[in-house]
């Protein structure tokens, strides 16, 4: 055999193992990524909203395990509402945080909902915070357990309850998910969501560039469902909001790069439900348009749940 067929052989047995580690890494990403512990969720809010962080110490909290569907224990904070004329109302928000994230990123949101008189539930997600879990599924198996969540939250609190959800990034995603087969959800706010999980992977593996879309992404869908028995191409919020029957507000970031920001824009136009759209300006990224445009953002949600009547 010549040098340069053997090199050949080398070659035409050393790619398919290329291919296999890249799409590896691709899946790995989405359901074994980095994840912030307490402490660094923590010390990350301090740094950025440390008025809200003061507010979250001072509330009255009850934490509680909510089981899974799925064999796990999902870390969950219930805190009422602070204006006495509004606590024994019945109206409450669960709220789910982002990706590789824990519950302490929803105080943004829960303060909002305690200041528009809701009641507010956040948990940490699967494969997150104090919850368990072996993987992250990307809205996959997590709108089963938002699911769980919130039928404890109408069995512990009363079956009367006017509940809506609030999500960001994969949290937003999950509310999504979840509205669609749920008619006890009144309405969903959704920070950032992405229209499809396949549609997600084969961004970011274009913003990587020295990654081959083929035959990378069919790679690491395999992989993907094969680890956490979740198909990619089954997590659709663009299908779920097609099917929504509430109010449902969408917001997005004009300079998120993670997940596009054209992707709030098919998520509402897919939407034939009562709806939002509002683009945070001032240059906010993902999941910074909160933060970015504080005052804007309350009027906005204000505006969409009085439109909605759901503030009465």
Request: proline content about 5%; some cysteine; glycine content about 8%.
């Amino acid at each position: 055999m010549n040098w340069y067929e053997t090199l050949l052989l080398i070659l035409f047995a050393t790619i398919p193992v290329a291919f296999l580690l890249l799409g590896y890494r691709i899946a790995r990403g989405g359901m074994h990524p980095f994840r912030w512990s307490l402490l660094e969720t923590r010390a990350f809010e301090q740094e950025r909203t440390p008025d809200l962080l003061a507010q979250y110490d001072a509330w009255e909290k009850t934490s509680y395990i909510v089981p899974s569907p799925h064999g796990y224990g999902l870390k969950t904070y219930y805190v009422p509402c602070d204006d006495p004329a509004e606590k024994k109302n019945r109206k409450f928000a669960v709220i789910a945080h982002g990706f590789s994230y824990t519950h302490l990123g929803s105080i943004k949101y829960a303060a909002m909902m305690k200041d528009l008189g809701y009641h507010v539930v956040f948990y940490d997600e699967r494969y997150h915070g104090e919850s368990g879990g072996k993987s992250c599924t990307l809205g996959g198996m997590e709108q089963d357990d938002l699911r769980a969540v919130i039928d404890d939250t109408f069995a512990r609190f009363g079956g009367d309850l006017d509940l809506g959800t609030v999500g960001e990034s994969m949290g937003a995603v999950t509310a999504l998910l979840e509205q669609a087969d749920d008619p006890r959800v009144r309405f969903v706010i959704s920070d950032c969501a992405f229209a499809t999980l396949n549609g997600q992977f084969r961004h970011l593996v274009k913003r990587a560039k020295f990654i081959p879309l083929w035959p990378s992404l069919p790679i690491s869908a395999w992989i993907f469902k094969k680890v956490t028995h979740v198909d990619p191409a089954s997590v659709r919020p663009i299908d779920a909001v097609a099917r929504a029957t509430v109010p449902i507000l969408f917001i997005h970031g004009e300079a998120d790069r993670y997940v596009p920001t054209s992707d709030a824009t098919l998520l509402y136009e897919a939407c034939h439900s009562p709806k939002m759209l509002w683009i945070a300006g001032n240059g906010a990224r993902h999941a910074e348009s909160f933060r970015k445009n504080r005052t804007a953002y309350l009027e906005t949600v204000h505006r969409f749940m009085t439109e909605n009547k759901l503030n009465q």
